[in-house]
């Protein structure tokens, strides 16, 4: 597996946020709802992944990173950012500590 399948997913979430009804995509509905019911989506989601982790059930947690990962990539989408400029920044930051990194985002 690859970045290739965010990059699909991508795709995807943009063709029914443009395109698809409301009624028949989960995208397209949560879409029309408006920014705050999908960065609410992404909270709920990562509340859901923190749950799972606290339970040790790798299963669970493997359901809740890709359930966060799939809204977080739908909040992206409103703002026109592709997964590859998250790929790209973390790709800037492999290799540098996490200390520093932070340090450099306050200058």
Known sequence: MTDAVLARV???I??????????SSYVAKLAAKGLDAMLKK?????????MAAKDGDATK???EAADLWF????????FGV????????????????????FASRKE
């Open 10 to 12: 991508a795709d995807t």
């Open 14 to 23: 943009a063709a029914r946020r443009a395109a698809a009804d409301p009624s």
């Open 42 to 50: 992404v909270g709920e989601e990562a509340t859901e992944f923190v």
């Open 61 to 63: 947690l493997t359901y």
């Open 71 to 78: 809204h977080s990539l739908l909040a992206l989408a409103e």
């Open 82 to 101: 592709r997964p590859e400029a998250v790929l790209a920044e973390l790709a800037r930051r492999e290799g540098l500590s996490g200390l520093e990194e």
